[in-house]
Structure formats: C-alpha cells, structure tokens
C-alpha cells in the first residue's frame, strides 16, 4: 500500500468503489425521505386552514389519506436506510479489516515482537470501527443534512422573509459554533481510547498469567492494578464526554432561541391577520425540522474526526513493510538438504549482538545436536535459518541455495520446525494435526501417530480425530504437546528438521517416546536438534557447543565425547552426576 501518496485519500476510495451502487440507492432513499420531510408539513398546514375554514369532509379526509400514506413510506424507507446503511459500512469495513490482517499477518518477527495481542486487536478491528461509520453515512448524511436544511430555508423565503432570515442565521451560527468548537474533545477521546487499551492489555495479559496469578498469591496486587487502570478510564471518558457534549449544548441553547424568536414573529404575523393558523404550525414545524440536520451534521463531523484518526493509523500499518524480503527461487534440491552457515552475525535489536561469526556446515541426512546454557542463541539460529528475521551480515545455505534467494514458501514446505510451546488452534484434532490440508487421509494421519506414540492418546480422545480441541494448547500435556507437534511435522514429510527441546525436564517413560518419535523423524532428513537433555543426542553426528552466542565447539559426537578436556564431555559428565545424586 506504500503507493499511496502521504496524505491523500485515495486508498480509502478502494474500499468504497466496490459498495458504491448500494451508497447510490442510500443516497437516492435519503433525498426521498428528506422530501417527505419537508413536504409533511405543508399537507398539516392545508388540514388546519381547511379545518378552520370549516372546509369540505372529503378534502379534510384525502389530506389526512395523503399524510398517513407520507408517514408510512417514510417510516419503511427508514427501516431500508439503516439496513442498507450497515451493510454499507460491513462490507467495506472487513474488506479493510481483512487486508490488515493479512498484512500483519506478513509482517517480520521485530514488529510483532513490539505489538501486545491487544493492541493487534485494537488495530485490526478497533480502529476499523471507528471508520465504519464514515464509510456507510458520512458523504450521504452531509449531502442529505445539506439538502433538507436548503429545503426548510428555501419554503421559509417563499413564506415569510423575516422568520426566514431567522432561521438562516440560527443554522449559520449553530454550523459556525459546531466547526469551531468541533475538536473540542479530539484530544480527550484519544486519551481515553489509550487508557482502555491499557484496560485490555492487563486484562489479556493477566489472564494470559493464570496460573501464575493464582498459585502465587498475587490476585490482590492485579486486583489493585486493574482498579487504578479502571479509574484511569473512568476519569478520562468522563472529562471526554463532558467535552464531547459541549458542542451539542451550545446548539441546544442557540435552538431554543430560534425557536422562541420564531414563536414571537410567528404570533405577531397570526394576530395582525398576516398569517393563518396552519401557517403559524408550519413555521413552528419547520423550525423543529431545523434542529434534526444540524445535529447530523455535528454528529458526523465528530465521526469524520473519529475516522480521521482510525484512517491515519490504518495507514500507517498498511504502509509498513515486512524486513524480510522473499526471493524468486521456487525449488530446492530433492532430498535430504544441506546446511550451511557463513560469518553469520545477528543481533535482534542494533544494540546487543546474540549470534557472533557463526560458521558450520551440515551435510545431506546429517543431525546437528546443539548445546549450550540457557540465552546462548541455540532458538535465535533456528529462527535465523527459517527466515524469522534477517541477519546482520553473512549467508545461510539450504541444500546449496542463499535462503534469501527463496521463495518463503518454498524454504517452509520442505523445512519442519517444533518450537519449545506448540500453538493449538481452534478446530478437530485432524484440523491441528495437518494444519487445515485436507489431502491427507485418516489411515494416514493415524499410521503416522502410530509411528510417533501419540495413537494411545489419539484413541483416548472421545471422537478420535473428530474431536474438537480449544485454542491455546491447555488440554495437552508437556510430553504430549511434543509428541502433537512432532506428528505434525512428520506430516509434512520435511527434508530438514530442526527440533527446539522444551528446556523442562519430562518423566522418563515420555523422553522414551519422544526419544523414538524423534529417531522416526530424523529417518529421511537432514536435523538439527537443540538439546536441553543430553539423552536425546545419543544418535547424533555432530554436536555445536554455543557459549554467548559463539560456537564454542563444533565436530563429531564420537570424538567430542572421548576427548575428555572438550565442553561436550564435561556436559556429558556434569550430566552423569545429577543422574546419580
Ligand atoms: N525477541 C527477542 N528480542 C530481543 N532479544 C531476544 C529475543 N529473543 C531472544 N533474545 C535474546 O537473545 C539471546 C539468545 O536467545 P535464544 O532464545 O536464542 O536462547 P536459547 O539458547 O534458545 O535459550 P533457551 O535454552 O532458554 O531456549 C538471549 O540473550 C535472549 O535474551
Ligand atoms: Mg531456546
């Protein structure tokens, strides 16, 4: 979306060319009523003049028909308009709703990492809200407001030129006191959304901290931190609202003098014999009329601010492009795959470096077991590699191609990761196992837990595969967690593999399983398992110690493990005594 020019518009107009039929026909129905409005009157007048001139029944009746008949249309062409009018606003609004979704959904790892979910949900849908209201009605509102003040002001003249001057300066001054104040409340209403925002990013991530909320006592100190961000809300919508209103009782006071001024002229005419009753009704008719579109016209004004806002970061998002930059290469060699590393430098902000000149080559059907302390960067190569970020400086070979050379999609169908915490989605068990392909079969689907472990846990569930599992992951254990995303991987028949240890230590019958889970996947690929238990690199080639970011070691497993001054042998040894004590 870069492409649109700063300031300008006309990224709004593609969400509003496709609805513009629809906003046609509202704008045809709004002109419709708004002559009805102003015709109502008239008709009212012509009964009370024929009423008290002790007219004819029939033309009394006939007037009455023609009312009742107004009334009627008008009240369903309401009815039409706001039916019209959210579908309007609907159709256009998740069009851009869906766009930024998408958008965010390609955006690099840095953006996310700096955006809470809750504020994800604020942009995503909260500041499309807000323009909703614009794209339905604004431009037929205005133009409608415009129309039926014109109307009412033009009757007026053809009536009585003083009452009419009257009014023309009551809706000169009240649209004048409107725009100049307008902007009143703009500043509170952006510090209110901010504090509500505050609201729901510590709701979310309070109950995102569940368990540790309740098991360690802190349910008070959360209670008193959700009171204070309650009152920050509370004291800034008030003093919103407060400003927000302003501009309306300013109109209030100004139509109330229009009204009475109107009233005063209005019984002077009748009683010097200038004007009829039904007249005096009609001038006191068309002066409540006044007030409707005034008050629309200020409504919307405040909804354009609204937008204003909510266009302005929309925008912005949509103009942020992602870092990562995918290539043109659709292919990469069959089989099992190489991996290279070359001087590869990283760091996930520019102040502090976490990879440092990372060097290593991994043949075809190779597995790389990789060690090191908690923080050392072990995660941060298996992010580099799946083009969660972009390095520094270096190069990254997969199967003997610059990954930046690739397509994304590319590097992921034959690339499989299991993270350290498995992602469930909403949907069955067959859904989260193949991730939403359905070309894959039951039979298959089951061989495959089968081969894993998990099929005792699959049979286990009420429905087997049909089963519907909740968003989150809560309903799976640790083990089983691992065991779910290690399936899910072999499903994809992947050609390298790169395994993320949870770094919590699981009961020996489940490392047993995981263990041959692990072995059945590494069968017919190239893997790079990051090992907190040592145990899972029994059958391993070679083995990378990492130390703050630096290879500290690398090379055969055999040899690292007899050479009794390396890393590796001390971590092996420091690990036969904790099994022992
Ligand atoms: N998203 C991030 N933004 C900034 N710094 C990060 C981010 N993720 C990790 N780091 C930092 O980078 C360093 C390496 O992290 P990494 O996750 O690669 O460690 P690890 O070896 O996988 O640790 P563990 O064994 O605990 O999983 C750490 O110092 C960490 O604080
Ligand atoms: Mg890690």
Known sequence: ????????????????????????????????????????????????DAAFAKGPMSSLIGLAGVYLVIAVCNQLITVALSYLGNDVAWRATNQLRADLLKHCLRLDMRFHNLKTPGEMIERIDGDVTNMSNFFAMFLVQIVGSFVLLAGILAIMFVHNSSIAIVMTLFTCVSIGVMIGIR????????????????????????????????????????????????????????????????????????????????????????????????????????????NDPIEQLGNQMQEFQKAKSGMRRC??????????????????PDGALSVEFEEVNFSYNQEERVLHDINFTLNPGERLGIVGRTGSGKSSISRLLLRLYNMDNGVIRVGGVDIRQLKLAALYRRVGMVTQDVQLFDGTLRDNLTLFDSSLTDEQILETTAQLGLRPWVDAQPQGLQTHLSAGGTSLSAGEAQLFALTRVFLTRPSLVILDEPSSRLDPATEAALQTAVDHLLEHCTGIVIAHRLSTLEKVDKIMVLGRGRILEFGGREALAEDQSSHFAELLRTDRQEELA
Request: no cysteine; hydrophobic share 50%; proline share 2%.
């Open 1 to 48: 979306m870069a492409q649109y020019k700063k300031g300008s518009m006309s990224w709004v107009l593609r969400y509003l060319i496709p609805v513009k039929g629809s906003m046609l026909i509202l704008l045809v129905l709004l002109l419709t009523t708004t002559l009805f409005q102003l015709i109502s009157p008239q008709i009212v007048q012509r009964f009370i």
């Open 183 to 290: 902007d009143l409340g703009v500043t509170a209403s952006q510090a209110e959304r901010q504090a509500s925002a505050s609201l729901y990013g510590l709701i979310e991530e309070r109950i995102a901290g569940i368990e540790d909320v309740q098991t360690g006592g802190s349910v008070p100190y959360v209670m008193n931190r959700f009171h204070r961000a309650m009152r920050a809300v509370f004291q800034r919508g008030r003093k919103a609202w407060m400003l927000r209103v302003v501009p309306w009782n300013a109109t209030v006071i100004l139509y109330t003098m229009a009204v009475t001024v109107v009233l005063l002229l209005g019984v002077h005419l009748y009683l010097t014999g200038q004007a009829t009753l039904g007249t005096l009704f009609l001038f006191f008719q068309y002066t409540q009329m006044l």
């Open 315 to 332: 925008r912005e998002l949509l103009g942020l492009g992602s870092e990562i930059q995918e290539g043109t290469a659709e292919t990469l």
